[in-house]
């Protein structure tokens, strides 16, 4: 099969990360993948999906979609969308630890961690239209 995919859609609250984890990355393990790799792309996920819910909505109603595809058993891309405020400055919020709330503990690191545990992160954004960000993995290691 030269592609496969999965797409999920989720109210977008804390509550459901855990679900839309194990779904992802269930899907995924259906390749030859090592254990580190999977868990690379399960916290990038995480990433993406935390900050629908907490920039894109403020934590309050939304959907949030998660659409995983494997293509030539070896290129995982992963696409987290939300229809909510947009990121006005896209650079700014790449800059490692940059975070629009810094009184609620954040640390600025999503973006950060997104990109040094994947091999690219493209965001597309428009403001009060929502935001994409396309995850894409190479996978390298193979189950011994
Ligand atoms: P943090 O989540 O700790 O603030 P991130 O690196 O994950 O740090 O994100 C940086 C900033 O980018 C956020 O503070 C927010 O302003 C903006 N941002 C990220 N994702 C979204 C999104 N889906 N919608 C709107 N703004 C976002
Ligand atoms: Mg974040």
Excluded: Q
């Excluded at 998660?66 to 229809?83: P, R």
Aim: proline share 1%; hydrophobic share 40%.
């Amino acid at each position: 099969m030269s592609e496969n995919y999965i797409k999920i859609e989720s109210k977008a609250t804390l509550e459901n990360i855990s679900a839309i984890r194990v779904c992802i990355t269930s899907f995924i393990s259906t390749l030859n993948i090592h254990f580190d790799e999977l868990m690379d792309i399960k916290t990038a996920i995480s990433e993406a999906v935390t900050n629908a819910i907490e920039h894109a909505y403020d934590n309050s109603d939304g959907i949030v979609a998660i659409e995983a595809s494997i293509k030539e058993d070896k290129k995982i891309i992963i696409k987290v969308s939300d229809y909510g405020k947009g990121i006005e400055d896209i650079s700014l919020a790449m800059t490692p630890t940059y975070t629009s709330k810094p009184e609620s503990e954040h640390a600025g690191m999503g973006f950060t961690i997104m990109e040094s545990f994947m091999d690219e992160v493209i965001i597309d954004s428009k403001i009060n239209e929502g935001t994409t960000i396309t995850l894409t993995k190479l996978i390298r290691k193979v189950k011994s």
